[in-house]
């Protein structure tokens, strides 16, 4: 038994999210009941095991953003921080505010791309940008209104217009990022493309289980945990952090039982080689993220004309190399998928930084393990990950969502009133 307890990675049970699966091994062991199938013995396991014993994340991606701060500064704390996202605290809210009155909401790199999109489909000076009750931009202010229409427009549901090749050109991105209404315009501006209002959180109490099922089931990819006391963030879990554990947990009689099968064993990928959002090389990069904004995808893969091999991926995160360094656009008189990758190559490559662009496509076949597959995941810091055939011809994707989504399962009525206290939508939010 000794010997099915040591890490896989040499990190041995040293590391905190180690301990933790020693923790849900020690509750699998004890649980006896010859009835249950392996899948109800984590849901049990999971079950007793409260949110507060996930390890606090790393003190470097624990960021708030102000709701005061302009989108140029969030967008480069979330970019220096590597972070998808980041809570929004209100300035004007009262120091002992609770947490439910302290933040505006979280701010994500997808309601960053609505409002880029805007603004091309703005250039492009295409029709459809009616403001809500026909209020002028004028009366409402430009950052709302570029945040209501950048969602509602009809022209967001389709493809680019025939301009939109001239228009989203390395002029364009330097243009907008150096103008007063980009610099001026406030996080705050955007709260129409937030996800929640504030946002649902977990209390330190609420089970592993409760956290594992909204991270998949429920598609969020961050969890904030509260304090209610405390009135502030006490933790923020994200699926990463759940495949690290995962990862960590290599060895452990109730990973290895799970994690050795392969992936055609758990019925994944979910998806049909047909059924993939993908765009080609030389399509826009901007139909990339608009795409992702409809399909509610954190990325897609890019595909050669004509052919069914991936020759790059482009995630939602990736919006930030238009806005902080648009500048390595300026000789391209468009900016295909094919020639962003290329230019934020170079650009990674000449400041040494690290990404998951450097590190081309990563594949794997469907006789694979979710164990090696989890492993590659957590190394390369990636959110998915692309099933090929012998011939490199994609035949699926597979998510962080899709693989904790194979590890649990909900009972039924098991959230019964949870939602009952999360605060509607705002208004005018469509993410």
């Known amino acids: 038994m000794a010997m099915m307890r040591e890490s896989g990675r040499g990190s041995g049970l040293s590391s905190p999210e180690a301990k933790l699966g020693m923790q849900v091994e020690d509750l699998w062991d004890m649980i006896l009941e010859p009835q249950l199938s392996p ?137 907008l990022t150096s103008s007063d209404f980009y610099r001026n315009t406030k996080v705050r501006d955007i709260s129409g493309s937030f996800r929640w209002a504030p946002f649902l959180a977990l209390q330190k109490a609420n089970s592993f289980l409760t956290m594992l099922l909204l991270l998949s089931k429920y598609r969020m990819k961050s969890i904030p945990v509260v304090d209610p006391g405390e009135g502030k963030i006490d933790n923020i879990i994200t699926q990463s952090a759940v495949i690290h554990m995962l ?14 099968k392969k992936l055609s064993e758990l019925g994944l990928p979910l998806m049909k080689p047909s059924r993939i959002f993908k765009v080609y090389e030389d399509e ?65 490559e000449e400041h040494k930084e690290s990404s998951p662009l450097l590190n081309g496509m990563v594949t794997c076949k469907r006789e694979n393990t979710i164990k090696e597959v989890i492993v590659m995941l957590d190394s390369e810091k990636i959110h998915r990950i692309y099933v090929v055939d012998d011939d490199g011809n994609l035949e699926g994707v597979i998510t962080l969502r899709d693989i904790i989504s194979k590890l649990v399962h909900e009972p039924r009525g098991y959230f019964g009133d949870f939602f009952d206290g999360v605060l509607p939508l705002p208004e005018n939010s469509r993410v």
């Open 284 to 348: 826009t990069v901007l139909q990339a993220f608009k795409l992702m904004r409809e399909k509610r995808v954190g990325g897609v893969p890019v595909v050669e004309r004509g052919g069914r091999k991936a020759v790059g991926n482009i995630s939602i995160r990736d919006i930030q190399f238009l806005l902080i360094a648009p500048e390595i656009y300026k000789n391209y008189r468009s900016i295909t998928a094919k020639n962003f990758l290329m230019a934020v190559r170079s650009y990674l």
């Open 39 to 175: 899948t109800e013995k984590l849901n049990a396991c999971f079950e007793n095991i409260p949110v507060s014993a996930f390890p606090p994340a790393p003190s470097s991606q624990v960021i708030e953003i102000n709701s005061d701060a302009s989108l140029a500064e969030a967008v480069q704390l979330m970019s220096e921080h590597k972070v998808l996202s980041a809570p929004v605290v209100d300035v004007d809210a009262p120091k002992d505010a609770s947490w439910i009155d302290r933040y505006m909401g979280i701010v994500e790199f997808v309601g960053i791309v609505v409002w880029i999109l805007h603004q091309s489909e703005k250039e492009d000076g295409s029709d459809g940008l009616e403001l809500p009750n026909g209020e002028p931009e004028a009366k409402i202010g430009p950052a709302v209104a570029a945040a209501v229409s950048g969602v509602s427009s009809p022209r967001i549901r389709g493809s680019l217009s025939p301009r939109s090749a001239a228009i989203i050109s390395g002029k364009f991105f330097e243009a």
């Open 247 to 260: 990862e960590e947990c290599s060895g452990l009689h109730w990973f290895e039982s799970w994690g050795t």
